[in-house]
């Protein structure tokens, strides 16, 4: 089946860690998006990357990092410079071109 | 200023009912359109897109107002699965965020 995965699904990490959380997808889509959801509010972008080896800063790219070696493949670090980060976070991807996102499962991030 | 605006809800409307969601938006440039469906602690879904002839899907009919930058949906004849809260995304064509989505309209059909 073609899709987006993400992992773990439920997430939790002491205070000052870096974690990582995967996304996976099989879609041959060329960009791919992370976002954040907190309770009440609407998605935030925090980066996107539309090629292998590229990728942009969204509207709180703060205490971030991500990387893109391979097209399938968009691995989201939160730092310890996070302020906040438990939250949903959510990637989704979309073919070159087309404005439509599809979404992955979700890791539901909590920081102790 | 991009902006996305939606009513937050609960509209609680009984099954079978016809119910509308508007949602406005800011930026006049704006071509891409998209309604999503959110279930409780799950990732959003797309559900249609919106284009300036409208769309329909079965009980779900969607219209864009370039005029007043609104959009709508309108969902015939609620079933109860219908209970989610409703994205409202559009194009972002500044800034360095592609879509700009809302904070939803919640609805619960209820039986």
């Known amino acids: 089946d073609g899709g987006i995965t993400q992992s773990p699904k439920y997430l939790f990490r002491k205070e000052g860690q870096n974690v990582t959380l995967s996304c996976e997808q099989n879609l041959n889509h060329d960009a791919m998006y992370w976002y954040r959801q907190d309770p009440g509010q609407g998605l935030r972008l925090i980066y996107y990357s539309q090629i292998v080896n590229d990728f942009q800063k969204g509207d709180i790219a703060e205490g971030y990092s991500v990387s893109r070696e391979k097209k399938e493949s968009f691995p989201l670090t939160v730092t310890s410079a996070q302020k906040n980060p438990t939250a949903f976070y959510l990637c989704?991807?979309?073919?070159?071109?087309?404005?439509?996102?599809?979404f992955g499962p979700g890791t539901r991030l909590t920081v102790l | 200023r991009k902006e996305v605006e939606q009513d937050p809800g609960p509209f609680n409307v009984p099954e079978g009912a016809t119910v509308a969601f508007n949602c406005t938006y800011s930026n006049s440039a704006s071509q891409s359109f998209f309604w999503y469906r959110q279930d409780c602690r799950k990732e959003p879904k797309l559900l249609m897109s919106v284009y300036s002839s409208g769309n329909e899907d079965g009980r779900f009919t969607a219209q864009l107002n370039r005029a007043s930058q609104y959009i709508s949906l309108l969902i015939r004849d609620s079933k109860l699965s219908d209970s989610a809260t409703y994205l409202c995304v559009v194009n972002n064509l500044e800034g360095n965020t592609p879509l700009v989505f809302g904070k939803g309209t919640r609805l619960s059909v209820i039986a």
């Open positions: 989704a991807s979309s073919m070159m071109g087309a404005d439509e996102q599809f």
